[in-house]
Each structure stands twice: as structure tokens, then as C-alpha cells.
């Protein structure tokens, strides 16, 4: 005999407690009784199937919807809700977002709408890029305090201290790691930061080009209370550029979690001497969203 539902004690229960409350209209009464039907009528596979695709969707249309990832994947650009993004993970552009200042001054090893996001918030940026026809069409669109330098590969270079070869004696392994350095290669691209004194840049950024010799260059560079931003920093390619940090005296913190267009988890890290920054801009703003909203 067919079991009637209407006596099921599991589901007269969900019922009961799952009733709308008169006068509400948020519908939470409703999505309870839709559950309970559901883990009632359904083997409890089917349920964790539907109770991730129902997450999933919400995950979407909150998080997601929030940081502009939809229209990073649409345009499969470096853009959010706003306009140009940095190509970094979300949570360390949230980190950027908070200690930045308007007068600092920024280096980037790579150049995109990360470099007009900077322009956006800071005083000076000075960005680098190895693609001639990517720098042309930046440059179209570049404000007055962006300066965007095309350094191609093979680009000839002056280096008057020696700093790529006193490099790639210390770290002579690196020279076939993938996008790591092709040392001579890209000389000239990594070496631009060395026409500024040392000091002179609150951030350097490496999201480019030979990134393990930047890396090396930047800590030599960056001002001594700022910090060196290093993307896809789960990589194991950059190992020697993450040591040679760490030998100068820098500590890191790493930022993982989704960024624009991608569908994956990656790496963003800081690397810094000091931490008077971590000070700055403590106390959340009363408009932020929250869990208990």
C-alpha cells in the first residue's frame, strides 16, 4: 500500500515549522517547505545535487555579482562592475583597496586596466609593458599621471651596475624557468625601474615579464614602508624570486581566492618589511554588506 504522505511524520514536521509567518514576505517559509518536499520525496543524492546547485547560483548572484566577476568573463578582460580592475584575486584587491593612498606612487611590471585602476586612486604610475601594440592602445587611454614604456623583447639596455649579470650569478637556474626571466631577453623591460632612485615607489607590482629578476630588482627599489604586489604568486616557477625576497629581508602574505574571468583559485601575494600600512583604514564602513545584514 502506497504510504500517504499527508501522515509522514518527517514531513508533517518540516511542514509545520516550514509555514510562512502572516505577515511576512520574504519567502523563507516557503524555500523550507520546497526543502522539505524535497529531502521527503527525493534520495538524499538528488537533494545534496539540487542543495549545491541552489548554493552555487546564490554564490553567483551575490559574491560574484558583487565584485563584477560576470562582466570580467564576458568581455574576458581585466574590468568589473565599475570599469578597469586590476587581474589580481579579489581578495587582494579588497586588501589594495583599503590601505592604498592617494599620493602614492606605483611601478608596475605589466600593464592593462590594472594600470588605469591605479591612475584611478594614486598620484603616479609608471608601467612597463613588453607588447608594443598592447602599450599603443593604453596609451590612447591613458590619463596624465599614467606613463605606460614599451620595452620589447630584445630591446637594447644600458646597465652601467651590472645588475643582470651580479642576478644571474647568484640565480643562475632560472634562466629556462617558464616566464620567469629569458635574462637578456627581457633586460631592458625589467631594468626601466632603475632610472627612478631607489625609494621612490610606495608599490611595484610584478604581473609581467621575467618576474623572478623583477622580483629582485623591486626589493632593491621599493621604498622601504612600502610593498612589493606579486600576482600568480602559487606558482612554483618564481621560487627563487620569492627567496631572494625573503633574503633582503621581506615577509609574505598570501591572498588566494577567485579573481576576474577565471574560474579557478590562484595566488596574489604582498610582500613587505614593515607593517605601519596594516594600520590604515581599520574600521569597516557602515555600508559594507555583511552576513548579519
Known sequence: MAQDLRTDPKLRAYLKAGEPTHGKSDGAGLKFTLKAIAEVFFPQFVVNRLRIWWRTRAFANDYLRSVGWQPSVMLRAAVDNNGPAPWITFPARKMIERVIEPGFKVFEYGSGGSSLWWAARVSEVASVEHDREWSAKLIAKAPRNLTVITREQSSSYVDTSRLLNSFLSRYPDVTGAHRSLNSSDYAAYALEITKYGK???????????????????????????????????????????????????????????????????????????????????????????????
Not at 260 to 267: F, K, L, M, Q, T
Open 199 to 293: 625609494g621612490y615607489f610606495d608599490i611595484v607590482v610584478i604581473d609581467g615579464m621575467a618576474r623572478v629578476f623583477t622580483a629582485w630588482l623591486a626589493g632593491q627599489y621599493v621604498k622601504e614602508s612600502g610593498f612589493i604586489l606579486f600576482d600568480n604568486s602559487d606558482r612554483p616557477h618564481y621560487n627563487e624570486g620569492y627567496r631572494a625576497l625573503a633574503e633582503m629581508g621581506f615577509k609574505r602574505i598570501d591572498f588566494y581566492g577567485p579573481g576576474p574571468a577565471n574560474s579557478y583559485e590562484w595566488a596574489t601575494s604582498i610582500f613587505c618589511k614593515q607593517f605601519e600600512w596594516l594600520s590604515k583604514n581599520v574600521v569597516i564602513p557602515e555600508t559594507q554588506k555583511c552576513d548579519i545584514d
